[in-house]
């Protein structure tokens, strides 16, 4: 799978959009993006996916550029909730490999 | 919908002693990981299993880690003997399974301190 390349931490103020950037140069043709977070004495939580076009769920929007060689994870409204580790993943879809998790970045939610 | 669950929270023991740690997967989840998240670190594979099948376990300790999946259900991580290094959180994960973009579901962990 490709490895990703993000930020170690980032700050936000409450109320305002979180972008996270991930970077994935190498990315192949069939693995997707994931997102996931890991809040403080939790495990981590699916966040979103997508392969090539702009997702949306009820949590985040996932931006992925046109070569597919980055995307930034948004969260449009952060809350103080919303501090915690992120992790961006690529991986081939249907494959039975594990998330490969890199360090991630700590986002932190200022009031 | 119950979560994955894993028991116990927290276990302090001592170098050289056995530890075993317990994990229920989501109802119908017939992929099941765990993973181990030393301090500052991303979670890091140890073994999945599809059902009561390995399918990977490349990065597992094999000399003192060992796990099973009775019934394709519930599973059992075990530690024997512990090392200093193997102070960590313990994850489960568990996923639906085959073809498909999966997400997985993790519990909340097993917080590991060796003395």
């Known amino acids: 799978d490709a490895k990703t390349t993000q930020p170690p931490s980032m700050d936000c103020a409450e109320g305002r959009a979180a972008n996270l950037p991930c970077n994935h140069s190498t990315i192949s043709g069939n693995e997707y993006v994931y997102w996931y977070r890991q809040i403080h004495s939790q495990g981590p939580q699916y966040i979103i996916h997508?392969?090539?076009n702009n997702e949306t769920n009820e949590m985040a929007s996932l931006i992925i550029t046109e070569d597919r060689k980055s995307s930034t994870l948004i969260l449009p409204h952060a809350t103080l909730r919303d501090t915690a580790v992120y992790y961006c993943i690529v991986r081939v879809a249907g494959s039975a490999r594990q998330l490969t998790f890199g360090s991630g970045t700590q986002l932190t939610v200022l009031p | 919908e119950a979560g994955v669950a894993q028991s116990p929270r927290y276990k302090i023991i001592e170098k050289r002693q056995s530890v075993a740690f317990w994990c229920n997967p989501i109802s119908g989840h017939a992929t099941l990981y765990w993973y181990q998240q030393i301090l500052g670190q991303g979670p890091k594979l140890l073994i999945q299993?599809?059902?009561?099948?390995?399918?990977?376990d490349s990065q597992l300790p094999k000399d003192r880690f060992s796990a099973e999946r009775l019934k394709g259900v519930d599973s059992t991580l075990k530690i024997q003997p512990a090392k200093l290094e193997d102070s960590a959180v313990y994850l489960c994960?568990?996923?639906?399974?085959?073809?498909?973009?999966?997400?997985?579901?993790f519990g909340s962990g097993t917080q590991l301190s060796v003395l």
């Open positions: 994960a568990s996923s639906l399974g085959g073809q498909g973009n999966e997400k997985l579901f």
């Open positions: 299993f599809q059902n009561n099948g390995v399918v990977d």
């Open positions: 997508g392969l090539k």
